[in-house]
């Protein structure tokens, strides 16, 4: 296994054997991270490796990966600890019909005690005995509200909990932790400086190609090229969503599933929702003359 702490070229090896890669300027920064325990806040639009890039890092590090997936109204009960409040009340009822439940001290202390705590992914990041640290993904960051990100903010600082029944956890074995945003609003100033950042660009051409190559295995070459020179060519219209790599790594599958090995006017015109996922934007590219936009992916190669 490749030592990711080494050097850039190292982790951009470690990638590669498991599938990811990643250019220059992402390696040197996620070879940071590593080196300086600090997280590593990734922004891009969709489909372009962000959440792939923790997942692939964890495997790589042969490291567990816990993931806290955010959304609107995500709270420290869903992403921290929660009370089995049923298994709490199954206890109690259990206790009354046997007639144990007299030292009252005593059944709160179980009652809130490690038997009836929830784990939820971020307690077990922090709490964890991994051999080798996990890797904590918190994805979407910019979907949870603003308290939300605050809390996590102080969580970053001192990876420590205080669960006020139990008493304070401190993390032994700090994880690698990788946070992602769609940048569908901003994040807060202070939980970036906390961070290593990365805007996540699409790649380059020649990168998608080998990518394509990389994740659809026997995919002819021609294709490959054709299809994300394509994509590449979609990216400078006006979307209302622009495809990332993982439209361009559908659709080729797609392309080949049915039996092509190259691009053709017909058989993008048949396989364009595989790439594009708004009506409007589907019209808009067949309007802009889609035979001509095939003929340019086809032309250069
Ligand atoms: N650099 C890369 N090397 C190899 N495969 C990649 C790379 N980037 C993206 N992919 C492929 O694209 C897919 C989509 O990537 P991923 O889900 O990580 O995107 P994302 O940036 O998290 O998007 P979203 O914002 O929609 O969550 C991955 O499953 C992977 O197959
Ligand atoms: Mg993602």
């Not at 600090?38 to 922004?43: F, I, N, S, V």
């Not at 990041?125 to 910019?142: G, H, R």
Request: net charge negative; with cysteine.
């Amino acid at each position: 296994m490749t030592d990711m702490r080494s050097s850039p070229d190292a982790v951009s090896r470690a990638l590669t054997e498991h599938s990811y890669l990643a250019d220059r300027g992402l390696a040197t920064v996620l070879y940071l991270a590593l080196r300086l325990g600090k997280p590593l806040l990734l922004e891009g639009e969709a489909g372009v490796g962000k959440t792939e890039l923790a997942k692939v890092t964890a495997e790589a590090l042969g490291a567990r990966l816990i993931r806290l997936q955010c959304y609107e109204g995500i709270d420290v009960a869903h992403a921290l600890y929660d009370w089995a409040y049923a298994k709490q009340m199954l206890y109690i009822r259990t206790l009354e019909a046997t007639g144990q439940a007299k030292g009252g001290g005593d059944v709160l202390h179980d009652l809130f005690g490690p038997q009836f705590l929830e784990r939820r992914p971020l307690l077990d990041a922090i709490d964890n005995d991994d051999l080798v640290p996990p890797v904590l993904l918190i994805d979407e960051i910019d979907r949870a509200d603003d308290e939300f990100e605050a809390f996590l903010l102080e969580l970053l600082s001192d990876f420590q909990v205080t669960i006020p029944e139990i008493g304070t956890i401190t993390c032994e074995a700090r994880p690698v932790v990788f946070l992602t945003s769609n940048r569908t609003r901003e994040l807060h100033e202070a939980l970036k400086r906390r961070c290593l950042y990365m805007w996540v660009p699409h790649p380059e051409l020649e990168r998608e190609i080998q990518i394509v190559r990389v994740r659809v295995p026997g995919v002819p070459e021609r294709l490959a090229a054709e299809a994300a020179r394509f994509v590449g060519r979609l990216r400078t219209m006006d979307l209302a969503k622009t495809p990332g790599i993982a439209e361009t790594i559908d659709w080729t599958q797609a392309l080949m599933a049915l039996g092509e090995e190259e691009l053709s006017a017909d058989m993008v015109d048949a396989t364009l929702g595989s790439v594009l996922k708004y009506h409007e934007d589907l019209e808009k590219v067949r309007d802009a003359d889609l035979a001509r936009l095939v003929e340019e992916a086809k032309a250069t190669l």
